[in-house]
């Protein structure tokens, strides 16, 4: 029953929790990754003029990256803790196997020393009654033998098993404290930085008057941004003869097919502006409507073509800089604010192919639609 016990803990948790670990691992790794882009985002926002309120996306980004990272600490450190009670009833079980073969080994020794005292293994044989009879002593010689020599090797064995066991958990209390550190280090960054930005909250409430005339503005200009891709798609919509055809068919469903694996049109950033409706950072009781998504990334980064298409609109619009769509058959996909474009209206694009680069803002903004419908990227993009 023990070695069953065993068996099933020392299998078990190795098929449960060995990937699960690494996996954690991994996106620890790949949050820190993200703190440390959006730190340098920061520090590079507050030294711009770029404005308050992108200094307080990406503190609300940082702050959702600090939360993300301290839920994964907690989450190896749950594991960690399971991993040493199942670690540590494998101990006890050993310990109490090696006691048992100890005391096996010691009597068979006992044994062997009282037969050597009272006669030796030639006498013994020699004592035979007949052939079989020494053919029997033979046998029960060399089993002893034998099964002390396994009783023996079976404690050595177990033996290295239960100090590498002890070494193992000895280790994993070394993780533990580290990632208890780590979770103390991140808990008092985060609510620093969530000071920081009540702090800047505050600075910007004081504002809210130049926030809503800004506001005004920025809706002018999306709404002609908006404008500007219905005509673009209406014209491309109602001039091509062939959207139904077999070929707009098969790339319909590539794309369609495509959904949640699209790649992101820049190689590093995070989303400051999602999809929809959404309440104003800053303002009360205001709302603010976004057709796609703002991505914050790295100034003059490249932005690249999320699919194969073909470019059916360029043009530049105050607010957007430089906005071209590519068609897919039945969809669309729209990438503004570029500081430069490398492309031409009626050129053919490959996925992955360099479109153009984004200004000193880092700022880009990406919208898809189907047809005459607005739809959410982060439901299409990785």
Same mark, same amino acid.
């Given at each position: 029953?023990?070695?069953?016990?065993?068996?099933?803990?020392?299998?078990?948790?190795?098929?449960?929790?060995?990937?699960?670990?690494?996996?954690?691992?991994?996106?620890?790794?790949?949050?820190?990754?993200?703190?440390?882009?959006?730190?340098?985002?920061?520090?590079?926002?507050?030294?711009?003029?770029?404005?308050?309120?992108?200094?307080?996306?990406?503190?609300?980004?940082?702050?959702?990256?600090?939360?993300?990272?301290?839920?994964?600490?907690?989450?190896?450190?749950?594991?960690?803790?399971?991993?040493?009670?199942?670690?540590?009833?494998?101990?006890?079980?050993?310990?109490?196997?090696?006691?048992?073969?100890?005391?096996?080994?010691?009597?068979?020794?006992?044994?062997?020393?009282?037969?050597?005292?009272?006669?030796?293994?030639?006498?013994?044989?020699?004592?035979?009654?007949?052939?079989?009879?020494?053919?029997?002593?033979?046998?029960?010689?060399?089993?002893?033998?034998?099964?002390?020599?396994?009783?023996?090797?079976?404690?050595?064995?177990?033996?290295?098993?239960?100090?590498?066991?002890?070494?193992?958990?000895?280790?994993?209390?070394?993780?533990?404290?580290? %990632? @208890? =550190?780590?979770? #103390?280090?991140?808990?008092? &960054?985060?609510? $620093?930085? !969530? /000071?920081? +930005?009540?702090?800047? %909250? @505050? =600075?910007?409430? #004081?504002?809210?008057?130049? &926030?809503?005339? $800004?506001? !005004? /503005?920025? +809706?002018?200009?999306?709404? @002609?941004?908006?404008?500007?891709?219905?005509?673009?798609?209406?014209?491309?919509?109602?001039?091509? +003869?062939?959207?139904?055809?077999?070929?707009?068919?098969?790339?319909?469903?590539?794309?369609?097919?495509?959904?949640?694996?699209?790649?992101?049109?820049?190689?590093?950033?995070?989303?400051?502006?999602?999809?929809?409706?959404?309440?104003?950072?800053?303002?009360?009781?205001?709302?603010?409507?976004?057709?796609?998504?703002?991505?914050?990334?790295?100034?003059?980064?490249?932005?690249?073509?999320?699919?194969?298409?073909?470019?059916?609109?360029?043009?530049?619009?105050?607010?957007?800089?430089?906005?071209?769509?590519?068609?897919?058959?039945?969809?669309?996909?729209?990438?503004?604010?570029?500081?430069?474009?490398?492309?031409?209206?009626?050129?053919?694009?490959?996925?992955?192919?360099?479109?153009?680069?984004?200004?000193?803002?880092?700022?880009?903004?990406?919208?898809?639609?189907?047809?005459?419908?607005?739809?959410?990227?982060?439901?299409?993009?990785?």
């Amino acid at each position: 029953m023990n070695v069953f016990k065993i068996f099933l803990f020392a299998i078990f948790p190795v098929l449960l929790f060995s990937q699960t670990r690494q996996d954690l691992e991994n996106e620890r790794l790949n949050i820190i990754r993200r703190i440390e882009f959006t730190s340098n985002i920061l520090k590079k926002t507050e030294k711009s003029k770029t404005g308050a309120l992108d200094v307080l996306r990406s503190m609300e980004n940082q702050i959702s990256n600090r939360k993300e990272i301290i839920k994964n600490i907690n989450k190896q450190i749950e594991q960690i803790n399971k991993r040493r009670e199942e670690k540590q009833f494998l101990l006890d079980s050993l310990n109490e196997e090696i006691v048992d073969i100890r005391k096996t080994y010691n009597d068979l020794l006992r044994i062997n020393y009282i037969q050597s005292l009272t006669k030796n293994k030639f006498l013994f044989l020699i004592s035979s009654n007949d052939w079989e009879d020494f053919i029997d002593k033979k046998r029960y010689l060399r089993q002893f033998g034998e099964f002390t020599n396994k009783k023996l090797k079976d404690l050595d064995q177990k033996q290295k098993n239960l100090n590498k066991l002890i070494l193992n958990i000895e280790n994993e209390k070394k993780d533990l404290e580290k %990632l @208890k =550190k780590d979770e #103390k280090i991140n808990l008092d &960054l985060l609510e $620093k930085e !969530k /000071k920081e +930005k009540e702090i800047l %909250l @505050k =600075k910007l409430r #004081k504002t809210e008057s130049k &926030l809503r005339s $800004k506001l !005004k /503005k920025q +809706k002018k200009e999306r709404e @002609k941004l908006n404008r500007s891709i219905e005509e673009i798609i209406f014209k491309s919509l109602g001039g091509a +003869k062939d959207i139904e055809n077999t070929k707009n068919k098969d790339l319909n469903t590539k794309f369609e097919n495509s959904k949640h694996r699209l790649n992101w049109p820049v190689s590093k950033g995070y989303i400051y502006s999602h999809f929809g409706k959404h309440k104003h950072p800053v303002i009360k009781g205001v709302y603010v409507f976004n057709n796609g998504i703002d991505i914050r990334t790295e100034a003059g980064a490249e932005v690249k073509a999320i699919f194969d298409g073909e470019i059916v609109g360029l043009m530049h619009i105050s607010g957007y800089n430089w906005m071209l769509i590519l068609r897919h058959g039945n969809y669309y996909t729209v990438y503004s604010k570029l500081e430069k474009v490398l492309v031409s209206k009626g050129d053919k694009i490959s996925k992955g192919q360099i479109l153009g680069y984004i200004g000193e803002k880092g700022q880009f903004h990406l919208e898809i639609w189907n047809k005459k419908t607005k739809l959410n990227p982060e439901k299409w993009i990785r």
